[in-house]
């Protein structure tokens, strides 16, 4: 596949299409088809695309990602791997469509597969990082880090490692609709802004249902941002059980340790732990896990 780079637009021959990058999001454009999402005159073409012929482009590119990220994954090349499930995510993001969320899944599975066989991929994949925070950057290392805490606690089977890592790779998925305005606002959010941000955990719980992912993966979705002592959101949630419970510890950690944003520095692991630990004593959080999580980052060398 053949990328041409003009400033922030590249042209793929082989598909025929214009890539419109913002941020870490992008656009997709061509010319011929419904005028449904238009970008005018870019290389003396005025360019658009329909919804149909956008999903079909990135389940293409999804099935090209598809090949890549077996071979890098038998090939424990972990940048490798980050990289191609960054850019699924990210495709799966700009459309969160059930049919590219699918297409993310399968892959996703049998990396799943040679990382319990082999953990030591996780511990590389969490010592790298880009120079940029964003969703996808997040998603990706709440996956392993949920996998590397199931691997070190020693959950029963496969189907729970595949169910708990997807869960941590799709958490933040309702936030494909919220505003990108407000995912990539370099300031502390506005309450208005924060009142949007706070409709992801259900946003996400219906994409994925509608995908149809099971109750399990739903749940990682809906419920990370409640807490035990009944704050946190969505207010009209009741927590029913441990996944909401484990992505929620392992979401706050990631986030506290991430790279810095410029309203907050990043916090050390110890540092973001005994926070984390204060919550703990206040009730929001659960002990076992959390115990459990810590247990788990000891693998981390």
């Known amino acids: 596949m053949l990328i041409l780079r003009t400033d922030q637009i ?8 214009y890539i419109k990058y913002d941020e870490d999001k992008f656009r997709l454009f061509k010319s011929a088809g419904h005028h449904v999402d238009s970008m005018p005159d870019v290389q003396g073409k005025s360019l658009y695309i329909s919804d149909e012929d956008r999903t079909t482009i990135i389940l293409q590119m999804q099935a090209d990602f598809n090949l890549q990220l077996i071979k890098a994954t038998e090939n424990c090349d972990a940048i490798e791997v980050k990289k ?11 459309v969160p469509e059930p ?18 066989e082999s953990p030591e991929i996780l511990c590389q994949i969490l010592k790298l990082s880009k120079d940029k925070y964003s969703t996808v950057e997040h998603s990706v290392n709440v996956a392993a880090l949920t996998l590397n805490h199931c691997v070190n606690n020693l959950y029963s089977d496969h189907r729970t490692y595949h169910d708990y890592a997807l869960c941590g790779l799709f958490h933040d998925i309702g936030k494909a609709v919220t505003s990108e305005k407000i995912l990539n606002s370099p300031n502390q959010l506005t309450d208005e802004q924060f009142k949007e941000i ?15 992912f099971n109750k399990i993966i739903q ?18 949630v ?24 410029t309203y907050r520095k990043p916090l050390s692991p110890m540092e973001a732990l005994e926070l984390i630990k204060s919550e703990v004593h206040q009730g929001k ?8 999580f810590v247990k788990s980052l000891g693998a981390i060398r």
């Open 285 to 292: 959080f659960d002990e076992l896990i959390f115990r459990e």
């Open 10 to 17: 590249q042209y793929c021959n082989s598909l025929d299409i």
């Open 198 to 212: 706070k409709k992801h955990p259900t946003n996400g719980a219906e994409i994925l249902k509608q995908a149809g």
């Open 84 to 94: 191609i499930l960054s850019s699924m995510l990210n495709n799966a993001m700009s």
């Open 99 to 116: 049919e590219v969320l699918q297409s993310l899944a399968e892959p996703f599975g049998k990396f799943v597969d040679v990382a319990v």
């Open 219 to 236: 749940l990682g979705a809906l419920e990370h941002h409640l807490k035990m002592d009944g704050s946190g959101y969505p207010k009209d």
């Open 238 to 261: 009741t927590p029913t059980g441990e996944i909401g419970r484990l992505i929620g510890i392992i979401d706050a950690y990631e986030a506290l340790t991430s790279i810095n944003r």
